[in-house]
């Protein structure tokens, strides 16, 4: 059974720090991308920050220079350091295990960020 928990979340004021992570289980964690999505109340969920097998990322241009996405694998968890955190970060944060060669997609649950000003 395949599972992706994220937890990290929480509420923190404009211009502070948190680190989410997503512990995968069920799925070969090392062949995978992983990408972070997030969704606000009333918007579309969109992608936050990837990282595919071979460790290459790419970020959302509203997330630049301020998150950074890694993974270990041998915990099988992907992280998402955000930093200089706005209140238009406030979203729903989910995790996503991708591996295209069996087109087999995954989700988690989800953590709440809420950034206040």
């Known amino acids: 059974q395949v599972q992706l928990v994220e937890s990290g979340g929480g509420l923190v004021q404009a211009g502070g720090s948190l680190r989410l992570s997503c512990a995968a289980s069920g799925i070969t964690f090392v062949i995978n991308t992983m990408t972070w999505y997030r969704q606000a109340p009333g918007k579309q969920r969109e992608l936050v920050a990837t990282i595919t097998s071979g460790g290459t990322t790419n970020y959302a241009d509203s997330v630049k220079g301020r998150f950074t996405i890694s993974r270990d694998n041998a915990r099988s968890t992907v992280y998402l350091q955000m930093s200089s955190l706005k209140p238009e970060d406030t979203a729903v944060y989910y995790c996503?295990?991708?591996?295209?060669?069996?087109?087999?997609?995954?989700w988690g649950q989800g953590t709440q960020v809420t950034v206040s000003s």
């Open positions: 996503n295990a991708y591996l295209p060669m069996l087109s087999s997609n995954y």
